[in-house]
């Protein structure tokens, strides 16, 4: 029998060691952005999601294995769960946070999926409403906004841990730094662009996948995240 604290501690871990996965799939693309290189966006976000799944695959079966659960049986549990989100909100946010990490890469709304209630069932994927088209010139500034929204936050908490005698060169930590963070900052960034631009993250990503091959737009994206990099290392948090 699967327990909630089981679903929420093999998710955790999933969700940890699958950041670092992206991290370097991101520095990778970053890196091709300031070059100019010009990739397809759909080879680009293929490639990504090929990426991302294929370490899943190894960092899944060690997890696991780890936890002593059986995939089939964890995936009956997490749904079953999910289906009672109210009665078991860790489980809500461990899952939605790992659903998030994978739709960052895969291009895909997930966030909120379930298999009785399909996608778009949060307002993490932009619901049902009509696409909101960006210009390149709009796609600037709301990754602008974005990243600085994003940034502000996760320094916000930072502090916090710190003020509170937090050492965020701890391991665990540091591991409990990053999926407080991942989940709040990105939640108050996306309220913003929601609130400021009326854009949703659905919007905003396919802005991204039609115009990053623009010059301005690929150097401004990698800029963002360097300005990010250098902020959260003055902050204190290992990067």
Known sequence: CISADDVVAIFDKLFLAMQNVVVQLSQQVQQIQMSGQMIPEAQLRGLLKAEFERALVACQAQ???????????LEE????????????????????????LYESMSGEDVVGWTPSKGKNATSGGGGGGAKKELTAEELIKAATL????????????????????????????SQQYQ??????????????????MDIVMSDFRAAVDKHSRVPAVGQTLGMLQIKQQQELMAAGVPM
């Open 77 to 100: 549990a997490t749904w079953e769960f999910m289906e009672e989100a109210d009665k078991y909100p860790k489980v809500k946010r461990a899952v939605e946070r790992f659903q998030k």
């Open 179 to 196: 999926m407080e963070a991942s989940s709040d900052a990105n939640d108050v960034a996306e309220e913003k662009l929601k609130s400021e």
């Open 63 to 73: 997890v696991f294995e780890e936890n002593d659960v059986d995939a089939d049986c």
């Open 146 to 173: 974005y990243f600085e929204t994003l940034t502000e936050k996760m320094v916000d908490i930072a502090k916090e841990y710190k003020a509170a005698g937090k050492d965020l060169k701890d391991p665990k930590v």
